[in-house]
Each structure stands twice: as C-alpha cells, then as structure tokens.
C-alpha cells in the first residue's frame, strides 16, 4: 500500500476514536476536550460551558451558586446577614472543621473514608494539654500533631496491608480513640489553655494593621494572575488548548472583587484572623501538592483505577498509607483549633457533629464519594456552605441541632446526588 493510502487509512480511525458513532438514542457524542479548539471571547466561555455541564463536568458550580442562594435567603430574613461581623464569626468557627476536612478531600480520592477524623482531633487536643504541663508548649503542639500522623498510619497500615476496608477501621478507630482521649484526660474533665499558648492564638489573634488583610488580598490576585498565566503559556507551548488572555483577565478580576471586599469587611472588625492565613496556607501547600506533584498525581491514579495504578508501577500500599497519614495529621491540627475556638480540651471535644461537618464539607464543596475526583479548595467550599447555614440559623432564633442537622443533611443529600448525576452523565459523555 503506498503512503498516501496509509494516510488516508488513518484519518478515519482518527476519527473514529475521538468522536463515536451515535450507539444509542440519547447517548451524548464523545469527543476528546483535549482536541477542542475553544472559541475566542464570550461566546467561547458560552460554548465551553454548555459542553461541560452536557458531559457532567460542572466542577464547584453547584456549591457557589447554594453559597449565593443561601446568602440571599439568610440577608432577606434577617436584614443584617452579609456584616462583616457574620464574616469573621464564619471564619472563625470553618478554620479547625476545614483544615480536618481537608485531610477527608485526600481519602475520599481514594474513594475511601475515614470514620476517626473526628476522634483523631479530639485525642490529639488532649494529648497536647496533658503533656503541655510538663513541657514547653512548642513541643506539646508538636507532640499533639504527631500523636495524629501515628494513628493515621495505624489505620493506613491496618488497611493496605491487612486489608482490612477502611470503613471497619476507622469506625473502630472512631470508637478506640474517643475512649484514649477519656483515658489521657484522666480525672480532669477540661484543661483550660494556658496564658501565652500559640494554641490560645490560633483563633484569637488578628492582624489589626488595614494593611495586611489587603496585603493578603494583593498578594493572592497577584499569585492566581501568574499562576493562570504560566499555565496557559504551558498549554500553549505543548500545543494544547489554553485559557485566553482576556479570560484570565476575567477571571482575576472576579477573583480581585471578592478578595478585597472580604478584606475590607474584616477590617471592619478585628482585622485579620490568623486562623484563616493558616487555613489558606495549608489549602495552597495541600493544592500544589496535589496538582502539581507526581505523589498527587499517583493519589488521583489511586483512586481511578487501583488495577491500572498498579499496573503502572504505582506504590499503591504507600499512597494509601501516605493518604491517611495526612488525614490523620491535619484531624489533629484540627482538633487544635478546635481546642483554642472552645478555650481548652475536654473530653467530648472533637465529638458531636464534627465528624459529619468535616465529611459533609468534603463532599458539598465537590469532592466525589465514588474517587479520583475533587480538589481542596472544595473543603473551604463546603464549610463555607456549612457555617453559613449555622450562623444564619442562629441569627433567626433556629439554632436548635435538630434543625441544624435537618438543613445540613438535606445539603448534603443534594450534593451526593449532583455527584452520582455528574459521574453518570460523565459515563456517558465517556470522561469517567
């Protein structure tokens, strides 16, 4: 055969495997996003959307247009709902059930759970007071944390390489290590926090000075600009599909509007809270941990496909050690700032509702049940979602927990079924 007809023998197959035939009525046209040629301009954001939302790819879409849903709905019934007072009551109490639910994103990657987060939090807080009266308290917080990344790898081992499914052992770790932290309070039932603890600061402290909530404001819009524009000059290099100038420009903007109306609301009152640097400082090394390095890479590899991962030389056993050692670890920075939002540790603390919150934060704000999809910020999302629903129920009167979990589960319902609805329209559309 020459050349030419070799050709023009591949052009069809070409074809054929970016743009399937129509099998079955109703059934959505594959096509590779990756060979898309995006429209310049408005009309391309218009086109690029509908073809996502066709294919289930709506990413956070649901969860910032509840946050605005709710927002208006709490401003019509109470008046005084979007204050920067409510602004930085919600940041205060989101920063410890965030930073735990963050950890909940890395297992649920994994299309895993982890039932102790909340236990792990609580444990770790009483392990800190306790040994923060013998020791100086630098080395109790550390102490605190580790005492997190310890039971993390416990589960992680006990289930990689026992087999044990996760659900069994963290349920039984939930369990174990809310009688540990009984058992290292000892006869005291509360540890007040120490004058001088970094841990009393935690949700304390603010940066009264104006300038540093539009410092950070400045610097994050500055960040996301060069961040988007080095990716799109990447994508362009490689010759694949880029997010225009004008697009990018959007985007900061919007970014820009939001970034320095929230600075200037927290100026309005204490200034800014240190629980919310730490917070977004942990989201950003968490995000580039995941997006830009090969161990994220092989988490997303985890939890698409075990089979295929280990078929191409991923670690599986480690990653899902790795995976729980991180929830386990950032349960108990949590469980610190829960200790420093209630003034000490006790031994219910870290119990209740904290487990649900941080699991339904992880899952609200995007992150799928089902593995191999979601990203951090989703966690800021959802207890964005979460605390703006208590804080607004507590503003009218209705701060009952009944009421509080009827709301929240009815929330977490609807993100469950976006997500099943998204990953079989995604089947479907054959991007999953």
């Not at 950070?216 to 290099?237: M, N, T």
């Not at 207890?383 to 507590?394: A, D, K």
Request: net charge positive.
């Amino acid at each position: 055969m020459s050349k030419t007809n070799e050709t023009s023998a591949k052009v069809p197959a070409q074809a054929e495997a970016t743009e399937a035939p129509a099998a079955a009525a109703g059934a959505v046209r594959v096509v590779d996003p990756r060979l898309l040629i995006r429209e310049q301009g408005f009309k391309g954001y218009w086109t690029e959307f509908k073809r996502k939302v066709r294919s289930g790819e709506i990413g956070s879409l649901p969860v910032v247009v509840g946050l605005i849903i709710i927002g208006i709905v709490f401003q019509a019934e109470t008046g005084n709902f979007l204050t920067s007072y409510n602004l930085d009551q919600i940041t205060l109490y989101a920063a410890g059930p965030g930073i735990m639910a963050v950890g909940i994103v890395f297992v649920l990657l994994l299309g895993e759970i982890d039932l102790a987060v909340g236990s792990v939090a609580g444990l770790a807080g009483a392990v800190w007071a306790v040994v923060g009266t013998d020791i100086p308290d630098s080395l109790a917080i550390v102490v605190g944390i580790l005492s997190g990344t310890v039971i993390g790898a416990f589960h992680g081992i006990v289930f990689a390489k026992i087999g044990v499914p996760a659900f069994v052992v963290t349920l039984a770790g939930f369990l174990g290590w809310a009688g540990m932290q009984t058992w290292v309070m000892g006869e005291k039932s509360t540890i007040t926090t120490p004058l001088g603890s970094f841990v009393r600061d935690l949700t304390s402290y603010y940066f009264a000075d104006v300038a540093a909530a539009y410092g950070l404001a400045v610097f994050v819009i500055v960040a996301f600009y060069l961040a988007q524009l080095r990716d799109s000059r990447r994508r362009k290099a490689a010759e694949l599909p880029h997010r225009p100038q004008s697009e990018i420009i959007l985007r900061t903007g919007l970014l820009a509007v939001l970034s320095l109306l929230a600075a200037y609301a927290f100026n309005q009152e204490q200034g800014l809270p240190l629980s919310l640097v730490i917070f977004l400082a942990i989201l950003v090394i968490t995000d580039f941990v995941l997006r830009r390095t090969t161990y994220g890479r092989q988490i997303f590899a985890v939890g698409g496909g075990i089979e295929a991962a280990r078929r191409a030389g991923i670690n599986v056993s480690w990653i899902r050690i790795s995976v729980f050692m991180i929830s386990g670890t950032l349960g108990a920075v949590g469980g610190l700032f829960l200790a420093s939002a209630t003034g000490g540790a006790d031994r219910s603390l870290g119990g209740g509702n904290q487990l649900m919150m941080c699991i339904a934060a992880a899952v609200i704000g995007g992150t799928s049940l089902f593995g191999g999809r979601g990203k951090v910020w989703s966690a800021l999302l959802g207890i964005l979602v979460i605390q703006s629903i208590v804080q607004g129920l507590n503003q009218m009167n209705l701060s009952s927990n009944a009421i509080q979990y009827m709301i929240t589960g009815g929330v977490l319902l609807i993100a469950v079924i976006i997500d099943s609805v998204s990953r079989k329209t995604q089947k479907t559309a054959g991007r999953a």
